[in-house]
């Protein structure tokens, strides 16, 4: 009978410098071994009363699933990898890419391993790894290119996986991405609604795909609008901060500066605004700027400063629901996604 046997025996819950196995479980719950295998699994088919009752004996004993054996068993590892990159300039990216995941595999079977790269060729060694070893069920990459090897990699393989970001493979994939277009297009009118002219797009990352939909959106924008618009260098925007509070400095001693500022990262907008305050200019007064929002950082710091949020949790939880979707057999046609920009106008 469930909690008959004594706690301090081989088989009991309890028991001292034992793992906790299915039979601790059985044996505390009363159910049998094949039921709280399916519970832990999570089996709907179940009463929600019997897999509450399973989860708490599983709490309550420490049980950690044997990876090895389930892997043995049914060929999966119940681990999602998250290939990160990790030369992103946006305030706070990773930490909220990693909760949002993380809340949405919350009560499943899946655990999440973070694979942070540095130097972006060597993520696609990382995908190719996990491929070859079967590391993950799944993988999350983030930062894609209009060609990226390691969607090639992944699609020529067969294998689940989902990208924040779109590419320009004919061949469908699933795909959750910032509706960048939109961002371009909804920071162009609003600028434009203030009076400006003279707008100037400060994007960073040319070989990703976003960079390409913001030029793209930003150009159709401003020709509609019938203003002039501009984008900053890419080669220009590659270096740390000291360069970028440099580049504010310069643009704010041009005779003919622009008159309105698009910025997609919040690092850079920090670096830039200290350059165009070094040079004499208040925001909002000559000048305006609008920049993604991806933390609460700046709004404390420019409280009356325009933004247009990027959910990085949302897009966490998002990427995790499509991937599960995915390896459940899901057509990846069906799993493309976008999240609509979210303006903050606050001047």
């Known amino acids: 009978m469930a909690g008959g046997k004594d706690k301090g025996s081989g088989n009991g819950a309890g028991a001292i410098g034992q793992r906790a196995t299915l039979r601790t479980i059985s044996e505390l719950t009363g159910l049998s071994q094949s039921t709280v295998s399916l519970s832990l699994r999570g089996g709907t088919a179940l009463k929600e009363e019997t897999r509450r009752k399973v989860a708490e004996a599983a709490k309550a004993v420490g049980y950690v699933p044997d990876r090895a054996g389930v892997r043995l068993r049914t060929g999966k ?9 990790g030369g992103d300039d946006s305030i706070d990216f990773a930490r909220q890419m990693i909760q949002g995941i993380g809340q949405a595999i919350r009560g499943s079977r899946y655990h999440l391993t973070v694979i942070p790269e540095f130097v972006r060729t060597q993520s696609v060694e990382t995908v190719r790894y996990v ?5 993950a069920d799944g993988v999350i990459i983030t930062h894609t290119g209009p060609r990226d090897r390691r969607v090639q990699l992944l699609m020529d393989a067969n294998f689940p996986f ?10 469908q994939h699933a795909y959750h991405d910032f509706h960048s277009e939109a961002f371009a297009t909804v920071a162009a009118e ?12 400060l994007v960073g990352d040319d070989s990703t795909t976003n960079h390409h939909n913001i030029v793209t959106a930003f150009h159709h924008a401003t020709a509609r609008l019938g203003i002039v618009g501009t984008i900053m260098d890419s080669a220009a925007l590659r270096g740390g901060p000291d360069e970028i509070r440099q580049l504010g400095l310069d643009i704010a001693h041009r005779a003919d500066r622009p008159d309105g500022i698009i910025c997609d990262s919040e690092m850079r907008t920090l670096a830039l605004i200290g350059g165009l305050q070094d040079g004499g200019l208040k925001l909002g007064q000559g000048i305006e ?27 966490g939880g998002e990427l995790t629901r499509l991937l599960l979707r995915r390896i459940n057999g899901e057509a990846p046609e069906t799993l493309q996604t976008l999240f609509e920009p979210s303006p903050r106008w606050r001047s």
């Open 289 to 315: 700027l609008i920049y993604k929002q991806t933390s609460d950082i700046l709004p404390t710091l420019f409280p009356r400063l325009d933004s247009i949020v990027e959910d990085v949790f949302t897009a």
């Open 162 to 171: 989902v990208s924040h970001g779109r590419t320009e493979f004919f061949t």
């Open 131 to 135: 491929l070859d070893n079967r590391t």
């Open 77 to 85: 590892t119940n681990v999602i990898a998250l290939v990160l990159d």
């Open 190 to 201: 609003r600028l434009a609604s203030k009076g400006c002219k003279h707008l100037l797009m």
